[in-house]
């Protein structure tokens, strides 16, 4: 009797479990998840410039801000968005309007967009001349054998992208006021150099 008993509780919890159509369902079929988490990303880490699309929908998410609502805030399409969301659309092939847009938005500097949507990447900095991966690995074992920094070097970095190395180089020179990668600009004064020569010859555009 008391396994009778134990099996009818069993089959009473499986049916509690079992989902059941809701009222807005049809055919059984689940409905669309509710609140924020529906309008969360539907690409991979790996698609370019994903994290300046993860930036723009946690902000959003966050804010309480639909789709339809960021998209009229911003002056652009909502399919604009929507594909950005989807992967249809891909931040680094955004054009200058919408990027501006954004940093707007978010508060940022445009070309903190531009490299959060990986239009501008860090090998950019550098001549194209330069051997840049060979620069690279020198870099790195000069790095390595630094008794102050060398030990706090990840032990996996020899086997990291091209970008990861850099980034590592460039932190370090900036750590350390070293230059171990020749090729580079001093972005600061080449912008500056450019203001003055626009403040003696003005755009016509």
């Not at 509780?9 to 059984?28: M, N, Q, T, W, Y």
């Not at 529906?38 to 994290?51: A, C, F, N, R, V």
Request: no cysteine; hydrophobic share 35%; charged share 30%.
């Amino acid at each position: 009797m008391d396994h009778d008993n134990e099996n009818d509780d069993l089959k009473k919890v499986i049916e509690a479990g079992k989902r059941k159509p809701g009222p807005g369902s049809k055919g059984g079929q689940k409905g669309k998840p509710k609140g924020p988490r529906s309008d969360y990303l539907q690409i991979e880490p790996d698609t370019p410039g994903y994290k300046l699309v993860q930036i723009i929908f946690e902000r959003a998410v966050s804010e309480g801000v639909s789709t339809n609502e960021l998209a009229e805030s911003l002056g652009i399409a909502p399919s604009t968005l929507s594909h950005l969301k989807t992967g249809r659309r891909q931040a680094s092939s955004l054009g200058r309007d919408v990027v501006e847009r954004f940093a707007e938005w978010l508060n940022y500097p445009v070309l903190a967009v531009m490299i959060l949507a990986e239009q501008v990447r860090l090998e950019d900095f550098y001549s194209p001349q330069n051997d840049l991966d060979r620069a690279i690995d020198r870099a790195l074992h000069f790095m390595a054998d630094d008794p102050e920094w060398g030990g706090m070097m990840p032990k996996d970095l020899d086997g990291a992208s091209t970008h990861m190395k850099l980034w590592s180089v460039w932190m370090y020179e900036r750590a350390t006021k070293t230059r171990l990668i020749t090729g580079g600009v001093d972005y600061l004064d080449l912008l500056k150099a450019m203001e003055d020569f626009r403040s003696e010859h003005p755009s016509s555009s």
